[in-house]
């Protein structure tokens, strides 16, 4: 089983993370920027985690034999905070970098309209650079979230088919898939989805344009949730083409439109700018 994790935040993970995905099968992840529980206070602490995005994860995701890309963006919550807004201006010089696939996480945390104006700013740019966009639905009222959000990007010259509406659930799946985005899941063991229900989700309404994510943040989650959910339609009678095309074929089909994705591994680099993964040795 091949498996493309397409929203996982491993700036949270350890190493053994990456050697437990590797084993379960995950051969590229994309990893968008997002908030990191302790708010910033600048731009510059951006730029730092973006350049972490661009060469430090990349390198350790190559250790392990993991294709890793980003999408990167001022994050929902963040876009509340004007000393952070000034990110969206030095945003361009990042999403000309190769190993970007598409503008993310943007959308709406608690749909204010400091979020409105982040939202629209950054699928603009997304049709600028000709990248998808990576959308975060809110945790709270997620339907009339999911609803403003439509209303935005069908306003923006970003066209659906270039948007990703992650963290959908039972209540939002629906509409999303109506207005010709693709749709996203993330699975975690005690809130958004889980196996089961995705497989419910999988058996009403199709394989076509859908993404599952264990997005695996610092908060309690896991990262081989992808698998588990490989497991569990193979379970539930599902074919292995099938599995296929959610876990591999749909990400690859998605962030391709970047026209940037490259998933080979080359021969992995001993040190990033001097420094190394490993403890002890020499």
């Not at 730092?48 to 661009?54: K, P, Q, R, V």
């Not at 539930?236 to 083409?241: H, L, T, Y």
Request: proline residues 7%; hydrophobic residues 40%.
């Amino acid at each position: 089983m091949r498996i493309f994790d397409p929203h996982i935040h491993m700036t949270s993970r350890t190493t053994d993370d990456y050697q437990a995905m590797y084993e379960a099968g995950v051969r590229a992840l994309v990893e968008p920027s997002f908030w990191l529980g302790q708010p910033r206070t600048s731009p510059a602490s951006f730029f730092d985690y973006f350049d972490a995005l661009l060469g430090w994860e990349p390198f350790r995701a190559a250790q392990y034999g993991i294709a890793h890309r980003c999408t990167l963006a001022l994050n929902p919550k963040e876009a509340n905070d004007p000393r952070c807004t000034p990110v969206l201006d030095a945003l361009p010089r990042y999403l000309v970098k190769d190993s970007v696939v598409a503008v993310g996480e943007i959308g709406y945390d608690s749909m204010t309209p400091a979020e409105d104006t982040a939202l629209a700013a950054q699928l603009q740019l997304a049709a600028d650079h000709g990248l998808p966009a990576l959308v975060h639905t809110p945790h709270r009222d997620k339907l009339a979230g999911l609803h403003r959000t439509i209303d935005v990007i069908r306003e923006s010259q970003l066209p659906p088919e270039r948007v990703l509406l992650d963290h959908l659930n039972e209540t939002t799946v629906k509409d999303a898939r109506d207005s010709g985005c693709w749709a996203g899941f993330s699975i975690y063991p005690d809130t958004k989805m889980d196996e089961d229900r995705m497989i419910a989700v999988l058996k009403s309404h199709g394989t076509e344009k859908v993404l599952v994510n264990s997005a695996a943040d610092w908060g309690r989650s896991d990262p081989l949730k992808t698998r588990k959910v490989g497991d569990a339609m193979l379970a539930a009678g599902f074919s292995e083409d099938d599995v296929d095309q959610v876990l591999w074929r749909n990400p690859v089909a998605f962030y391709g439109q970047s026209g940037r994705l490259q998933l080979d591994i080359t021969a992995p680099e001993p040190l990033h700018e001097g420094n190394s993964i490993l403890r002890g040795g020499e």
